[in-house]
Structure formats: C-alpha cells, structure tokens
C-alpha cells in the first residue's frame, strides 16, 4: 500500500522513525530544482509553538550552487532554503508570506548524499541537510541539523524528514513530511 502525504502527517512517531531508519534518501538529481510543501509533525504542545510561531506548514526548495547552469544530472551537492507559509492545517493551500511575489526565505541550507561524520551520522542512507551556513543566525536556523529519506521507494514525491535542533545541553527533534509542490522559480 502507498503512503500518503495526509497518513504521514498523522503518523505516530514510532512509525516514522522506523521508516527513517529503513528507508533511503532521494537521489539529489530527484529534488533538485523543485519545491517540496512541508508539514512538522507535532504534539499538540509543540504545535501551539510553533503555530504561535508560524513554523507549522513550510515550503522546502532544493537548487544546484549555480542556478543559472542548467540542472546536473546527478549533482553532488545542493542548496536551498525554506520559504514562509500562512498557517493552515494539511488539506489547506499552502500559500507563502508576506505573498506569493515575495515570499520570505529563511533558513538556508547545504544538501548532501549523506552526513560523512564518524559516530554522528544517526541516518546513513538519508540525505543531510546542513544550515550551519555563514547566511544562518540562531534564529533563522544555524542549529539545524535534518535527515530525509523517501520512505515509498515507488514514490519519489513523497519524503519524510526528521529535524535536530543542537541547542548545546540538549537536541529536541521534529519529524516533517515533504511532497513534491512545483518546480523551483524562486
């Protein structure tokens, strides 16, 4: 049976970890030049956080380095960075802020195969998505730390993702999922 953006985005965390565990990452040529349309999923506690913060629902966006070449096949590295979306719950449109011309871009990121650090790659078939980027601050993500693996082999527009924020003294975790929105223009 497929899996669905909406069951994931119910899912228990027990589940996902074990697809986080036991699935792949996409290939990078696979995401590249497309936006994702992003849901956390959240105890209720966290999502009134996070809702109050404007984080529940998001946009995820995946480039090569050089946007004006045309895409590689099978690039090594990717950039991207996540755009602000209004609040809403998962069957609502996902429809960015302040607008549509101009959304907001925040927390930017580097895009590997895999994390290749030694005793701390918790995922090594997930792709990783590094922030500690010299454009990031703490408040726009440089804490960040993200795995994503497709967990339907057969369905390449669906990811699921599992976020690490190091804040020193402890490492809170989210799970997001990813479905593939529309090629990437902005």
């Not at 109050?52 to 629902?57: A, E, F, S, T």
Request: hydrophobic residues 35%; glycine residues 6%.
């Amino acid at each position: 049976m497929a899996l669905t953006f909406k069951e994931l985005s119910h899912a228990p965390r027990s589940q996902l970890e074990g697809l986080m565990k036991d699935s792949k990452g996409p290939a990078l040529g696979s995401i590249a030049g497309y936006e994702f349309r992003g849901f956390n999923v959240l105890y209720p506690h966290e999502k009134a956080v996070m809702w109050i913060l404007g984080n529940v629902r998001f946009i995820k966006c995946f480039f090569p380095e050089d946007r004006t070449a045309p895409l590689p096949k099978d690039p090594t590295e990717l950039r991207g960075y996540n755009l602000k979306v209004k609040n809403g719950g998962v069957d609502d449109p996902w429809s960015t802020t302040p607008n549509e011309a101009t959304p907001t871009k925040i927390g930017r990121y580097k895009v590997y195969p895999s994390r290749n650090l030694p005793g701390k790659n918790l995922y090594p078939n997930a792709v990783f998505l590094d922030y500690a980027q010299p454009e990031n601050n703490l408040f726009s993500g440089s804490t960040i730390q993200d795995y994503l693996v497709q967990p339907d082999p057969q369905n390449p527009d669906l990811l699921l993702g599992k976020a690490f924020t190091n804040l020193w003294v402890m490492t809170p975790a989210t799970y997001f999922i990813l479905e593939r929105l529309q090629p990437h223009t902005r």
